[in-house]
T-cell receptor
Framework: NAGVTQTPKFQVLKTGQSMTLQCAQD?????MYWYRQDPGMGLRLIYY???????DKGEVPNGYNVSRLNKREFSLRLESAAPSQTSVYFC?????????????FGEGSRLTVL | EDQVTQSPEALRLQEGESSSLNCSYT??????LFWYRQDPGKGPEFLFT???AGEEKEKERLKATLTKKESFLHITAPKPEDSATYLC???????????FGRGTSLIVHP
């Protein structure tokens, strides 16, 4: 089993460009999350999807949009990238509908915005 | 004020030198407290979940404990392969969202 797969692993963008980070899980999990990790800041939640068909904002949603395409896939879109969005992005999934249990993380997507 | 505070930020140990990492939290009702390990360039990997004060869990050289205000991750006789960043996350009752601390970077020297 692959677990949680993120693509791309690395990306360099220019300010103003757009891109979509893809995330897919093969564990039949209900909940999916997008976090960003910056030095000294820990993991901060951008958006989450408690179940298929629902999405909600997290702590730092500005500049991002998400789509829960189906139960397996949860994508994160940057419409107009800014240097402040340079970060490592992690997708995670969790089995429980009620938001219990551990998170399973992908390997991360490293984004640089010039 | 952060809901989750981890200390120390960084810790250097000699192989075999036992120590503890701290995670203090301020949520009013705890649904769960989680410990994760993160290796450089990798995603966090789950270690433990604790649900109520007094609970303890062990895995190899690691033991996690929980009180009403904090959790400790005890590392007994660490080895260099225990070097990693250890993350603590708490989830408040009624919330879907685990909130992470900033982590403790552990280096174990041979």
């Amino acid at each position: 089993n692959a677990g949680v797969t993120q693509t791309p692993k690395f990306q360099v963008l220019k300010t103003g460009q757009s891109m979509t980070l893809q995330c897919a899980q093969d564990m039949n999990h209900n909940s999916m999350y997008w976090y960003r990790q910056d030095p000294g800041m820990g993991l901060r939640l951008i958006y989450y999807s408690a179940s298929e068909g629902t999405t909600d904002k997290g702590e730092v949603p500005n500049g991002y949009n998400v789509s829960r395409l189906n139960k397996r896939e949860f994508s994160l879109r940057l419409e107009s990238a800014a240097p402040s969005q340079t970060s490592v992005y992690f997708c995670a999934s969790r089995a429980g509908l009620a938001g219990v249990g551990e998170l399973f993380f992908g390997e991360g997507s490293r984004l640089t915005v010039l | 004020e952060d809901q989750v505070t981890q200390s120390p930020e960084a810790l250097r140990l000699q192989e075999g030198e036992s120590s503890s990492l701290n995670c203090s939290y301020t949520v009013s009702g705890l649904r769960g407290l989680f410990w994760y390990r993160q290796d450089p360039g990798k995603g966090p990997e789950f270690l433990f979940t604790l649900y109520s004060a007094g609970e303890e869990k062990e895995k190899e050289r690691l033991k996690a404990t929980l009180t009403k205000k904090e959790s400790f991750l005890h590392i007994t006789a660490p080895k260099p392969e225990d070097s990693a960043t250890y993350l603590c996350a708490v989830q408040e009752r009624g919330s879907y969202i685990p909130t992470f601390g900033r982590g403790t970077s552990l280096i174990v020297h041979p």
